[in-house]
């Protein structure tokens, strides 16, 4: 007999996206991420240009 | 010789006091009014509420830094704004009472030529029976020490979790109407990072409430994101982290009584229910600080000047009218009072024209929706406009001269989902505009190309480097005028 437990459905948790282990990789890599910091440096900058 | 009283020395307050100082001839007096001696970097109070600072790593005292300038510091308290001058002084005067100490309840009266209300909020845990640290069974990260005494019994938790005993935390908003959902949520992600980091996250059942429609509303009525070839509402995205979590979360909900251990809150759909736990975290409404007018023959004449709410009236459209007819005019601009044109309010003080995202009530007629967000980036590009109007005014401008809408200006947030150096993450994100423009953005209300966000380790690095950056700024230390703010 499988020991297996179906996922509760209709629940809240069944539904939203949930990361891949690649996605969840790189939050964490530090290449990427450096990468993603002057990105997002960026993109500030041009939001408080556009602001004041 | 003219003089500017900034009462509040907080984001916007410090900002205002900081730009009148560079842009004001020095002829002119600059006078602060600030019930604490101290300022507060607010973002990073959540690292304060885990452990990971404390509070002398996020406050520095006003006094120190005002020395160095030619601001005059009072650390007193507004009691009353006498806009036509009154019994003491022909002169528009505004009334303090001394929060030094020996000077406890001293009051002066301080004559102005302009002056800006900067007073942020009162943090209107009486809203709520039960609510809050001082008088109830909840505790708060909205200033450092209410924060230090959240870890303190977060840290209880933690030692109890080790033990192999099973606890519940709850954390979001005390009360139908809160804004600051934010702060909640980074609370909830550094709580969880912090109990994972223990090894003790599956003893702990962790509920997310609070009266937003849908998770991500943030107060603004939610966000579209363009991601992965599709453009989300950031409900997706809020949900999936608290799925990925392990977060259960309660939405469209006003906390009506909090008991030791209990809470009672009400549902949109007009139902009544209980949540035991043993750890709650959970914001309080705001509610101006509780500022009375007065005309010269001493009339009151508070209902005038101020808003229901106690937040000034500003040169926002504050007629009533429904959702569907809301437009990004009805935004202030200027920051002035329509009446007595020498008084501005910035930051938290001023009154809104009404919510960003729509009213909602229940089926019992509560009304349960976020009233609109209050950040720093909008409170700093405010006091720096009306200081630069005040300086054109007191230089013969008949009118304000700069503007600083929330429906013209953006705003970024950086919400820790985890500190640590290499393990932590946070979740960034920018709107433009903070107020939704369907007129200029008839899909989405908001310019999809200055609207983003995204989770990682880039975000926690942002989030350290705005709070070493800002405090350094705020300290007024060499360079502090090239830093953006």
Not at chain 2, 394 to 406: F, K, Q, R, V
Not at chain 2, 460 to 473: A, G, P, S, V
Request: charged content about 20%; aromatic content about 10%; hydrophobic content about 40%.
């Amino acid at each position: 007999m499988s020991n297996a437990i179906n996922k509760e459905p209709y629940q809240q948790a069944y539904y939203p996206p949930a990361p891949n282990g690649f996605t969840r990789h790189m939050r964490n890599n530090i290449v990427w991420q450096i990468y993603r910091f002057i990105v997002i440096n960026m993109k500030m900058l041009k939001l408080m240009r556009k602001s004041h | 010789m003219a003089r500017v009283v900034i009462l509040g020395a907080g984001i916007a307050g410090h900002t205002a006091a900081r730009y009148l100082h560079l842009e004001l001839p020095n002829v002119h007096e600059i006078v602060v009014v600030s019930p604490n001696p101290t300022w507060n970097w607010i973002p990073s109070n959540i690292w304060v509420g885990v452990g990971q600072m404390t509070e002398q790593d996020v406050t520095f005292d006003l006094a120190d830094i005002y020395k160095k300038t030619r601001i005059d510091f009072r650390q007193a308290k507004g009691l009353s704004l006498h806009p036509e001058g009154g019994a003491a002084s022909s002169r528009p005067y505004v009334t303090v009472e001394s929060t030094l100490a020996g000077r406890e309840g001293q009051t002066e009266n301080i004559e102005y030529d302009y002056l800006i209300n900067a007073t942020g909020p009162k943090l209107n845990f009486g809203a709520t029976e039960g609510l809050g640290p001082e008088h109830g069974h909840t505790v708060s990260v909205c200033t450092a020490s209410h924060a230090k005494e959240a870890n303190d019994k977060l840290q209880k938790i933690v030692d109890s979790l080790k033990r192999g005993e099973k606890k519940t935390i709850v954390i979001g908003t005390g009360h139908g109407t809160c804004t600051c959902q934010g702060a909640a949520f980074e609370y909830i992600y550094n709580v969880d990072h912090i109990l994972r980091e223990a090894g003790v996250r599956e003893n702990a059942r962790i509920v997310w409430l609070s009266n937003e429609y849908e998770l991500g509303d943030f107060g603004m009525g939610g966000v579209h994101i363009e991601r992965g070839g599709y453009i989300t509402n950031g409900k997706t995205f809020a949900e999936s982290l608290m799925v990925e979590r392990g977060i259960e979360w309660i939405i469209r909900a006003h906390v009506k009584k909090v008991e030791a251990g209990k809470l009672h809150y009400e549902t949109l759909d007009g139902s009544f229910h209980e949540l035991e736990f043993d750890f709650s975290m959970l914001i309080p409404p705001f509610s101006g600080v509780g500022l009375k007018a007065f005309s010269h023959s001493e009339e009151d004449i508070t209902a005038k000047v101020f808003a229901p709410s106690g937040f000034m009236k500003v040169d926002a459209d504050y007629t009533a009218r429904p959702y569907a007819d809301w437009s990004a005019g009805d935004w202030p601009k200027t920051y002035q009072n329509p009446i007595y044109r020498s008084l501005f309010a910035i930051g938290i003080a001023f009154a809104p024209p009404h919510l960003i995202s729509k009213p909602m009530q229940s089926a019992n007629g509560t009304p349960i929706n976020p009233a609109p967000p209050r950040t720093g980036m909008p409170s700093a590009a405010m006091a720096i406009a009306v200081a630069k109007s005040i300086r054109d005014m007191l230089d013969g401008a008949p009118e304000p001269t700069h503007t600083a809408s929330m429906a013209k200006m953006g705003a970024a947030c950086v919400a820790s989902t985890g500190a640590h150096l290499f393990r932590g993450s946070a979740a960034t994100m920018t709107v433009y505009p903070i107020v939704p423009d369907y007129e200029r953005y008839p899909e989405y209300g908001r310019d999809l190309e200055l609207t983003f966000g995204e989770i990682g380790l880039a975000g926690h690095w942002m989030k350290t480097l705005f709070h070493h950056t800002f405090i350094y700024q705020a300290k007024m230390l060499p360079g502090w005028r090239l830093l953006p703010d």
